[in-house]
């Protein structure tokens, strides 16, 4: 009998955040990923900074190699990500320009990356982040050098480079209350109406095992009431939301993430099938989870442990489709 995998027991694509250093230099990790998910995400490799380091140089080394071993292991690519706020090279965030070269250093890296990755990578989060907490557009330098309509563009770009990709606008906090939520399903929803080539909306849920169940399920649910697809492209559940350094894993506390997770999964399967793109964690384990040092604390947000082990988060993923 075959061992129960993720991959194997969703009934939608499973994906995990892949740190290159790690697949390239531990084999523990490699095999996990090889033997657990069905998709991958760059968690790094193929943002702006990492790829296109000076204004004339591009670097795809750390993505050619995770697109390399996703093909060698039959797994799909979902890009991460063609704009963001964050993870620019100094060249950009120094750039001076008309308004005119902005746009052009906007559509040459949109259309440089998609070209480079066309039929390699099956969809992009085009967009990252551009709405901000309170519901207003986010004031990035994408904002302040091109305007609000840079987003429209942005997805035209990648359609015109690769017209087969699935595009995605990618952001967090749709769980966090209507505010933020709202903007971001009027933005798509504008977005579609005006004949924008978007296919999807990335829910990343950074979320924490204190989230309500309500907003869980309002996320998800309202989300899919655009009729796009929805990928819920980050998912990490923080059990340490209130950064208390003494704080150690418990397994009460691995019982209610089990929970969580269960009931992500239960009502992201409750969605119409056509519009399920999957669920991807971001990492693998607790050692490689982001949380930990951006937040300087103790936590555990995975389904695996820094044992490479399953958690009980593991199984409450599984339980969310029985
Ligand atoms: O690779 C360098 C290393 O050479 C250097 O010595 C070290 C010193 O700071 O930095 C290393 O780069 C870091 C990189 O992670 C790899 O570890 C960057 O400083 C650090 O900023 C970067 O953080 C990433 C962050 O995005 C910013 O790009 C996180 O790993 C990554 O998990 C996080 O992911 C984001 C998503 O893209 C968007 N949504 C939120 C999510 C979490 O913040």
Same mark, same amino acid.
């Given at each position: 009998?075959?061992?129960?995998?993720?991959?194997?027991?969703?009934?939608?694509?499973?994906?995990?955040?892949?740190?290159?250093?790690?697949?390239?230099?531990?084999?523990?990790?490699?095999?996990?990923?090889?033997?657990?998910?069905?998709?991958?995400?760059?968690?790094?490799?193929?943002?702006?900074?990492?790829?296109?380091?000076?204004?004339?140089?591009?670097?795809?080394?750390?993505?050619?190699?995770?697109?390399?071993?996703?093909?060698?292991?039959?797994?799909?690519?979902?890009?991460?990500?063609?704009?963001?706020?964050?993870?620019?090279?100094?060249?950009?965030?120094?750039?001076?320009?008309?308004?005119?070269?902005?746009?052009?250093?906007?559509?040459?890296?949109?259309?440089?990356?998609?070209?480079?990755?066309?039929?390699?990578?099956?969809?992009?989060?085009?967009?990252?982040?551009?709405?901000?907490?309170?519901?207003?557009?986010?004031?990035?330098?994408?904002?302040?050098?091109?305007?609000?309509?840079?987003?429209?563009?942005?997805?035209?770009?990648?359609?015109?480079?690769?017209?087969?990709?699935?595009?995605?606008?990618?952001?967090?906090?749709?769980?966090?209350?209507?505010?933020?939520?709202?903007?971001?399903?009027?933005?798509?929803?504008?977005?579609?109406?005006?004949? /924008? &080539?978007?296919?999807?909306?990335?829910?990343?849920?950074?979320?924490? +095992? @204190?989230?309500? =169940?309500?907003?869980?399920? %309002?996320?998800?649910?309202?989300?899919?009431?655009?009729?796009?697809?929805?990928?819920?492209?980050?998912?990490?559940?923080?059990?340490?939301?209130?950064?208390?350094?003494?704080?150690?894993?418990?397994?009460?506390?691995?019982?209610?993430?089990?929970?969580?997770?269960?009931?992500?999964?239960?009502?992201?399967?409750? /969605? &119409?099938?056509?519009?399920?793109?999957?669920?991807?964690?971001?990492? +693998? @384990?607790?050692? =490689?989870?982001?949380?930990? %040092?951006?937040?300087?604390?103790?936590?555990?947000?995975?389904?695996?442990?820094?044992?490479?082990?399953?958690?009980?988060?593991?199984?409450?993923?599984?339980?969310?489709?029985?």
């Amino acid at each position: 009998i075959a061992e129960t995998t993720l991959q194997a027991t969703l009934p939608f694509p499973m994906g995990a955040a892949v740190n290159v250093s790690l697949l390239k230099s531990n084999s523990n990790y490699r095999n996990l990923v090889v033997k657990e998910f069905n998709s991958i995400t760059a968690e790094n490799a193929m943002k702006f900074a990492s790829v296109h380091p000076s204004k004339d140089v591009y670097n795809f080394a750390d993505a050619d190699y995770l697109v390399d071993f996703a093909k060698a292991n039959g797994k799909r690519v979902h890009g991460h990500t063609l704009n963001w706020y964050k993870s620019l090279p100094d060249w950009v965030t120094n750039f001076q320009g008309t308004t005119a070269d902005w746009e052009n250093l906007l559509k040459t890296h949109i259309q440089a990356v998609v070209s480079y990755f066309k039929g390699k990578v099956v969809s992009w989060d085009v967009v990252n982040e551009a709405i901000d907490e309170d519901g207003t557009m986010r004031n990035s330098i994408w904002l302040q050098k091109l305007g609000a309509d840079y987003i429209g563009r942005a997805f035209q770009y990648a359609h015109e480079a690769d017209p087969d990709a699935l595009l995605f606008y990618n952001d967090y906090g749709h769980e966090f209350g209507p505010t933020k939520r709202i903007a971001i399903l009027n933005l798509v929803t504008s977005l579609k109406n005006k004949g /924008i &080539p978007i296919d999807g909306i990335g829910l990343q849920m950074h979320t924490r +095992v @204190t989230q309500s =169940d309500a907003n869980l399920a %309002s996320a998800i649910n309202l989300a899919a009431a655009t009729g796009l697809k929805i990928h819920i492209s980050e998912l990490d559940i923080a059990l340490n939301p209130d950064n208390n350094q003494a704080l150690t894993y418990t397994s009460a506390l691995g019982e209610q993430q089990a929970v969580k997770y269960k009931f992500i999964v239960k009502t992201y399967n409750a /969605i &119409p099938k056509s519009q399920q793109f999957g669920i991807t964690t971001w990492n +693998v @384990t607790d050692a =490689d989870s982001w949380i930990p %040092s951006n937040y300087n604390r103790p936590d555990w947000p995975l389904p695996f442990d820094a044992q490479y082990q399953r958690k009980a988060a593991y199984q409450g993923i599984l339980d969310g489709v029985k």
